[in-house]
């Protein structure tokens, strides 16, 4: 990275962009770990809904272990990792939780498909229950397909909730092929960002 980058939130939309453009497999989504209530740690592949100023927008029910485990102990660190541009982010900061109305406004805009899972949870079986058979999910989400034709007519869950992941540290790491990567490290204190690069 030339010296002249010095907002990586910038940095990361724009490697985004191009991933998306790539049809890179991991492009719309994310890896967050958070802490489980005995200290251990927890990592799974979220959706990533969005990237305005220094936040990272994510949804969840409020019926996942993810949910709990934030209220619990807000630490996180959120993982972009786009193979496609050969780039990684590792990502540090505070916890955020969005207001209702704009939860409900962005699940406006899911896919169709995305809208149905959540509505099962809600009207058949809460998210990580047991499932007696892969057919009782299908014969659901039929079921709700043909209670909700119109994707616009799918209510919101009332389970569904978002937060923002606001970055303070970002750590990006430049895949070379050739092994010799290039590690940048921004912490964001007094309104703006401090670079170092790092060993890699």
Not at 116 to 144: A, H, I, K
Request: aromatic residues 12%; contains cysteine.
């Amino acid at each position: 990275m030339s010296s002249h980058h010095t907002d990586p939130i910038l940095e990361i939309i724009a490697s985004h962009q191009k991933a998306i453009a790539l049809h890179d497999v991991c492009a719309r989504v994310c890896f967050l770990a958070t802490v489980a209530a005995d200290g251990s740690a927890r990592v799974r592949v979220m959706n990533l809904n969005g990237i305005s100023g220094r936040c990272f927008e994510l949804h969840c029910s409020e019926q996942s272990e993810k949910w709990q485990q934030l209220l619990h102990n807000p630490a996180y660190e959120l993982l972009l990792w786009w193979p496609s541009v050969a780039r990684q982010y590792r990502i540090r900061g505070e916890l955020k939780i969005m207001p209702q109305f704009l939860v409900e406004k962005s699940w406006s805009q899911a896919p169709y498909s995305f809208k149905l899972l959540d509505r099962f949870y809600q009207e058949y079986q809460p998210l990580g229950s047991q499932l007696d058979s892969q057919q009782v999910l299908l014969e659901g989400l039929n079921n709700l397909k043909r209670k909700y034709p119109n994707p616009q007519d799918v209510p919101p869950p009332s389970h569904l909730r978002g937060f923002y992941c606001q970055a303070c540290w970002i750590e990006a790491l430049y895949i070379d092929k050739l092994r010799i990567h290039q590690r940048h490290c921004y912490s964001y204190t007094d309104n703006s960002w401090h670079h170092e690069l790092l060993v890699p």
